[in-house]
């Protein structure tokens, strides 16, 4: 994720509509992918993962894509319900020897 | 499975004075690394260790300092503390098999410990 000045994007969807939450990373040469969720007052829970050599990958009601050329990650989340708003993080990892490197997060609110 | 403890969850300090956290990681995970969380600044790296030894350290000054003992478990030291060092602090641990020289691994958070220093 993008190491910036914090802005912490917001989402608000209706319930039973699906999300769609972006993130954009600054490394061209990283190669693996998370994103995570986190409920207040929580640490982050895994949701899913990507490697780089798959443009897409898929979970119970959740499906990520990577977009290598443009360095681009989406998390699409169907069906949203209530219990999916919280902030949600994307890392990404730069091969051997670094850390990840998580962005601002953005900020979903289910609306009933 | 268990996963990543810390504790303690909630603690108050004050400026000058020290601080030592503790992680737990995931049986089995060999990794742990540690991070600040800040409304300003996002989630930031501060340290990962892996066999008793750092092997990655973040952008954050000396006062900042950590160690891993020979079952994985972890702490992280803060002292002299300040203000600007209130955050909940988090700690990931991973199962690390080739030791950092293969394909990278999925990060598992703890609840974190939220530190207020007044």
């Known amino acids: 994720g993008e190491s910036v000045g914090l802005h912490l994007p917001t989402l608000s969807v209706q319930e039973g509509d699906n999300s769609i939450i972006n993130c954009a990373y600054s490394n061209s040469a990283s190669d693996y992918f998370i994103w995570y969720k986190q409920e207040s007052g929580k640490g982050p829970q895994f949701i899913i993962d990507i490697r780089s050599n798959m443009d897409k990958r898929q979970g119970q009601r959740v499906t990520v894509l990577l977009n290598k050329t443009v360095k681009h990650l989406s998390l699409q989340i169907a069906a949203t319900q209530p219990g999916d708003s919280a902030v949600y993080f994307c890392a990404d990892h730069p091969p051997y020897g670094q850390n990840f490197v998580f962005g601002p997060g953005t900020r979903l609110s289910v609306l009933p | 499975k268990a996963g990543v403890t810390q504790t303690p969850r909630y603690l108050i300090k004050t400026r000058g004075q020290q601080v030592t956290l503790s992680c737990s990681p995931i049986s089995g995970h060999r990794s742990v690394s540690w991070y600040q969380q800040t409304p300003g600044q996002g989630l930031q790296f501060l340290f990962e260790y892996f066999s008793e030894t750092q092997r990655n350290k973040g952008n954050f000054p000396g006062r900042f300092s950590g160690r891993q003992f020979s079952n994985s478990r972890s702490e992280m030291n803060v002292s002299t503390l300040e203000l600007g060092d209130s955050a909940l602090y988090l700690c990931?641990?991973?199962?690390?098999?080739?030791?950092?020289?293969?394909?990278?691994?999925?990060?598992?958070f703890g609840p974190g410990t939220r530190l207020l220093v007044l």
């Open positions: 990931a641990s991973s199962l690390s098999l080739a030791g950092g020289l293969g394909l990278q691994e999925t990060q598992y």
